[in-house]
């Protein structure tokens, strides 16, 4: 290796000697609640779990009597209807005068106007539950993204706690290479041994340096990974360093049966888009349907024409605005009114096709993600078995290193093997602490792919202390 690359890991590695000592600990249960109530896009998803229940509400009250007040003054000439109206909701009062005059004058009209869409045919209640579906969509969206989110922060907390123990091997590997670096360097000296094992000592103590520092990088990126899933600063984190992951098996619950996929929260959000999606289509084919509605009005009007004719015939006429806006005439009316769009009978059948062959996408969709599933499950049931089978051959393999490399020792320091033997002991050995170590938190991690195949995270989480 270049003395430039030496370097340039010595450079980036000591920096982060001691990258987790500023925070404080955090399990694995804490950080799946910290990642649940601090990820940005778990928040989106509550937002709009609370969009669409108030969209429900506010729908609901669009079909409530709808109360409308209107008021209005106008100046113009008189020779209209008393209390004339310019647009609004209000009737239009309209009637022939006896005469014709420029003069201005002030006119006036109040009204309360009421409007009840009270019979619509199964209208009402279709877009009713089409709005009530989509709350139900927003809320499986937001279960399928927390369990595949709690499963991902879980998986980098366990590739985290790895790296971490990666680094802690390869400093008692350091360590032991130091150690014995110690005593060769001093036997040389002494002219006991020769001088080329020095040397050898030497490039030893450097790569195990070099590899604590790339343990130390890796383990940076890992908690670099796990602090973005959480949604916190990097230098706030640290995974809490638990022997739990490293040193026992879990217990391996029985193959899952094929109904558990149907609690699924991927196959329970992808069956309520097709839910929606057919809720949808029955509000569009109900838009052919009429409307009945009952409505009624009282208002009030004012002019400053007079409201009876002169002895000669003519109307007097005040323009002053005291005169033309207090209400003279009272008046009101109820009825109903039946409303029917008879186009819509062709538009709202093209449109309900359109929706059900959404349908039939949403279902085929749905088929193709229970079959992703299936897949996956027996993946996970065949990984985690031969993690099993290596946690278990593990501890064999690191037994025979330790022997090795203690007859290596102690038959260098005899002066019946020379140097290379010892190095490739102590390689061995380190190697098979390493696989110790990761061979059980493999398993760790297949239990978790098992459960998150399964839909329940229950099996991996019931046994965290």
């Known amino acids: 290796m270049s003395a430039f690359r030496i370097l340039w890991l010595v450079f980036i590695g000591l920096p982060l000697a001691g990258w987790g000592q500023a925070a404080a600990p955090l399990t694995l249960p804490q950080a799946l609640e910290l990642a649940r109530t601090n990820y940005p896009s778990l928040r989106a998803r509550q937002a709009g779990i609370a969009a669409a229940t108030a969209d429900v509400r506010t729908l609901r009250a669009t079909y409530l009597p709808q109360l409308t007040a209107q008021a209005q003054a106008l100046n113009g000439t008189s020779n209209q209807a ?29 009204m309360l106007f009421i409007d009840w869409p009270a019979v619509t045919f199964g209208r009402y209640r279709a877009d009713v539950q089409r709005a009530e579906a989509g709350v139900s969509q927003a809320q499986a969206d937001y279960e399928q993204e927390l369990f595949q989110h709690q499963v991902q922060v879980a998986d980098a907390y366990l590739l985290a706690l790895a ?31 020769a001088g080329i094992d020095s040397s050898t000592a030497n490039a030893e103590n450097a790569r195990a340096q070099l590899q604590l520092l790339v343990s130390r990088q890796q383990a940076e990126q890992q908690r670099v990974r796990l602090a973005g899933l959480l949604g916190v600063p990097t230098q706030q984190l640290a995974p809490a360093d638990s022997s739990l992951f490293f040193t026992r098996l879990p217990a391996l619950p029985a193959a899952p049966d094929s109904g558990s996929l149907l609690r699924h929260p991927t196959l ?13 289509a029955k509000y569009l084919a109900s838009n052919n349907r009429p409307t009945l509605s009952l409505v009624g009005a009282t208002w009030g009007r004012g002019s400053g024409a007079a409201s009876a004719a002169s002895p000669d015939g003519s109307f007097n006429i005040n323009p002053s605005l005291g005169a033309g806006l207090p209400f003279k005439v009272y008046n009101y009316a109820v009825g109903a009114a039946l409303t029917w769009r008879v186009t819509e009978l062709l538009h709202s059948r093209r449109a309900a096709t359109a929706q059900l062959a959404r349908s039939e996408q949403a279902r085929a969709e749905y088929s193709q993600q229970e079959l992703l599933l299936r897949t996956e499950q027996q ?54 602490e390493t696989d110790q170590a990761i061979a059980i938190n493999n398993v760790w991690r297949a239990l978790l792919l098992r459960a998150a195949t399964s839909g329940t995270l229950s099996d991996f989480t019931g046994q965290l202390p």
């Open 82 to 110: 008393r209390g004339a109206l310019l647009g609004g909701i209000g009737p239009n009062v309209s009637g022939v005068r006896d005469y014709t005059s420029s003069q201005a004058s002030w006119a006036s009209q109040g």
């Open 268 to 280: 329970l959000a992808y069956r309520q888009r097709v839910a929606a999606s057919d809720a949808a």
């Open 163 to 193: 790296a971490q123990k990666a680094v802690a091997l390869q400093t008692a590997n350091l360590r032991r290479t130091q150690s014995l670096r110690r005593v060769i360097l001093a036997a040389t000296q002494a002219g006991i041994q």
């Open 379 to 432: 993946n996970a049931r065949s990984q985690l078995d031969l993690a099993r089978q290596s946690a278990q051959a593990a501890p064999a393999q690191l037994d025979a290193a330790q022997r090795a490399y203690t007859q290596a020792q102690a038959r260098y320091n005899a002066g019946l093997d020379n140097l290379v033997v010892l190095t490739q002991a102590t390689l061995v050995l380190n190697r098979a």
